[in-house]
């Protein structure tokens, strides 16, 4: 039986809370929601590079694991941080691909050599990224609606209740948002 969002909800604040059996119950329910984004990732260029979708989700879970004191208000919330960190890894790895073509990139770790992670539809990760942050300077509400349905593909409702407002708001936003990034990343030259 699946859990209600309710109980997802409940179990991030008892982990944000130090409870361990909580953790234990909420990695199946959140692994396999990560593991269906990572494959709506990987499945938009198929053929660009293959890649394990656990090897991204294991990165984005493990990464995860690590933050200290992570407070976790809802499940929207918690898939909002996993966008965060999705991006980063994409982009990590895209700048280790792009070291690599000018002959770095050497001693990989193994967990990193599984991401073959394809730049989705021909856009180019680290011009969205420094585009991304260009628009944070400007409007970081925006930027954050982008990170949140690019890279976590959350619904319009699931951003507004992170970022505190209506769904109205946050589709403008996402509209705004994407004019803005296609004439910066345009003017930049990228794809």
């Known amino acids: 039986m699946e859990p209600n969002v309710g109980e997802v909800t409940q179990l991030l604040h008892r982990w944000s809370s130090g409870d361990g059996q909580a953790l234990e119950r909420l990695v199946p329910i959140v692994y396999d929601e990560l593991r269906r984004l990572a494959q709506y ?8 590079y293959t890649l394990q979708g656990t090897a991204l989700v294991h990165e984005v879970y493990l990464r995860l694991c690590n933050q200290k004191e992570l407070r976790l208000e809802s499940r929207a919330h918690f898939f909002a941080v996993a966008a965060q960190m999705m991006r980063r890894i994409l982009v990590d790895h895209a700048r280790r691909r792009g070291a690599g073509k000018r002959g770095g990139g050497a001693g990989f770790a193994p967990l990193e050599e599984a991401l073959n992670v394809p730049v989705q539809d021909g856009i180019d990760l680290l ?3 420094e585009a991304l942050d ?6 970081a509400r925006k930027a954050r609606v982008v990170e949140m349905r690019f890279f976590a593909g959350l619904s319009a409702k699931e951003i507004a209740t992170v970022v505190g407002s209506t769904e109205a708001t946050v589709r403008r936003d996402w509209t705004i948002a994407r004019a ?12």
């Open 41 to 48: 990732h990987l499945h938009r260029k198929p053929d660009a």
């Open 134 to 139: 260009g628009l944070a300077e400007v409007d």
């Open 180 to 191: 803005w990034l296609y004439r910066r990343m345009e003017r930049a030259g990228a794809p």
């Open 127 to 129: 011009a969205l990224d």
